[in-house]
């Protein structure tokens, strides 16, 4: 397995993130074995979220005597600062863990700024101090909330959608995270499950090294193809660009 340092936080993560979101559906002893063979196969970053609970708690239980040895993402939309500490209280109760290692604001086009009126982003911070959480990042689908969280320079890390189809203007993000030393962890790496050719989706992401993809591991078999691909990328030859440049022009 590969590690890259993810952008200001510093903290050497995986190539390949695994996302918990869909952990729910496979009951826990199903997902106990994924997760731990995804730690066995050297994925040290668990990505989830306070809005998918039963997914945060199978995760938390799974990890519990290995949480040092891994890295824990986690995310709130909470509206009010009253929200915010209650999600993140609950999440560290959910997770067994007493600090998160990246804690995500999570919105559509609204971003807390510092001295805001919301006094949002100035309670994360607060909480950061508390050693709650170590870093704080922003997730959001929306190009001009990402564009407007990076120039902020508030925010060490951007969690945006990011694969084969995207478009020019959302790779421009993708740079500018990499002038700004902000870690990019890229959403949707299957485009939210319209692209079917893995090592396509695979191969593309694999020329950005400051991306760290977050799958949403669906069963053993899925692990293993990302885990494969991971090892063995595949060249991004004439074929190979010809197809990634149909799909992006079909869906856009």
Same mark, same amino acid.
């Given at each position: 397995?590969?590690?890259?340092?993810?952008?200001?936080?510093?903290?050497?993560?995986?190539?390949?993130?695994?996302?918990?979101?869909?952990?729910?559906?496979?009951?826990?002893?199903?997902?106990?074995?994924?997760?731990? @063979?995804?730690?066995?196969?050297?994925?040290?970053?668990?990505?989830?979220?306070?809005?998918?609970?039963?997914?945060?708690?199978?995760?938390?239980?799974?990890?519990?005597?290995?949480?040092?040895?891994?890295?824990?993402?986690?995310?709130?939309?909470?509206?009010?600062?009253?929200?915010?500490?209650?999600?993140?209280?609950?999440?560290?109760?959910?997770?067994?863990?007493?600090?998160?290692?990246?804690?995500?604001?999570?919105?559509? @086009?609204?971003?807390?700024?510092?001295?805001?009126?919301?006094?949002?982003?100035?309670?994360?911070?607060?909480?950061? @101090?508390?050693?709650?959480?170590?870093?704080?990042?922003?997730?959001?689908?929306?190009?001009?909330?990402?564009?407007?969280?990076?120039?902020?320079?508030?925010?060490?890390?951007?969690?945006?959608?990011?694969?084969?189809?995207?478009?020019?203007?959302?790779?421009?993000?993708?740079?500018?995270?990499?002038?700004?030393?902000?870690?990019?962890?890229?959403?949707?790496?299957?485009?939210?499950?319209?692209?079917?050719?893995?090592?396509?989706?695979?191969?593309?992401?694999?020329?950005?090294?400051?991306?760290?993809?977050?799958?949403?591991?669906?069963?053993?078999?899925?692990?293993?193809?990302?885990?494969?691909?991971?090892?063995?990328?595949?060249?991004?030859?004439?074929?190979?660009?010809?197809?990634?440049?149909?799909?992006?022009?079909?869906?856009?």
């Amino acid at each position: 397995m590969e590690y890259v340092r993810l952008g200001k936080t510093n903290l050497l993560i995986s190539r390949v993130a695994f996302g918990s979101m869909r952990l729910s559906e496979d009951g826990s002893d199903d997902a106990a074995v994924l997760v731990r @063979k995804a730690y066995e196969a050297g994925i040290n970053l668990f990505d989830t979220s306070r809005n998918s609970p039963d997914s945060e708690k199978l995760l938390g239980d799974v990890l519990y005597d290995i949480r040092r040895n891994v890295i824990l993402s986690s995310a709130t939309s909470a509206k009010t600062v009253a929200e915010i500490r209650s999600n993140l209280e609950e999440s560290l109760m959910t997770l067994h863990c007493d600090y998160i290692d990246l804690y995500q604001y999570e919105c559509e @086009k609204f971003v807390p700024l510092a001295g805001g009126a919301d006094h949002i982003y100035d309670t994360l911070l607060e909480l950061k @101090k508390q050693g709650k959480i170590k870093h704080i990042g922003l997730v959001t689908k929306n190009y001009d909330a990402a564009v407007k969280a990076v120039n902020s320079g508030l925010y060490e890390t951007i969690q945006f959608p990011f694969n084969v189809i995207t478009t020019d203007e959302n790779l421009s993000i993708v740079k500018i995270c990499e002038e700004k030393d902000i870690g990019f962890i890229a959403m949707q790496p299957l485009g939210g499950g319209v692209i079917e050719n893995l090592p396509l989706a695979m191969g593309f992401l694999q020329q950005y090294e400051n991306v760290v993809p977050v799958w949403g591991v669906q069963n053993q078999d899925n692990l293993e193809q990302i885990l494969y691909f991971n090892e063995h990328p595949p060249v991004i030859d004439e074929k190979l660009q010809e197809d990634a440049d149909y799909l992006r022009k079909f869906f856009n």
